[in-house]
């Protein structure tokens, strides 16, 4: 059994700043991949930013330089540190995980229960 339990999320002014963090638990050989989705209502899910294998994270254009992701990978949590939010932000954040349990061969993604981040007045 894996989870992946999030905290944060709310709302917050234009130009605020807020920040998710998501823990994966279970039974998990290796983490090879953590990061950060966001959907909309009425869109497809969209990344917003990942780290895979240790390698330098990736950000969606419309969150460069406003977003910062970071994990631990002794804790098995990834973080996402959101400044100069806009209303465009406004979505429902889904944590990612891509995986391989204790009790598997093979990979697989998981996801949490997502958290809403409204950014209004």
């Known amino acids: 059994q894996v989870q992946l339990v999030e905290s944060g999320g709310g709302l917050v002014q234009p130009g605020g700043s807020m920040r998710l963090s998501c823990a994966v638990s279970g039974n998990i050989f290796t983490i090879t991949a953590m990061g950060w989705y966001r959907q909309a209502p009425g869109k497809q899910r969209e990344l917003v930013a990942v780290?895979?294998?240790?390698?330098?994270?990736n950000y969606a254009d419309s969150v460069k330089g406003r977003f910062t992701i970071s994990s631990n990978n002794y804790k098995n949590t990834v973080d996402l540190q959101m400044n100069s939010l806009k209303p465009e932000d406004t979505s429902v954040y889904y944590c990612y995980a891509e995986l391989r349990r204790t009790d598997s061969s093979g990979y697989t993604d998981y996801w949490g229960q997502g958290t809403q981040v409204t950014v209004s007045l």
């Open positions: 780290i895979t294998g240790g390698g330098p994270a």
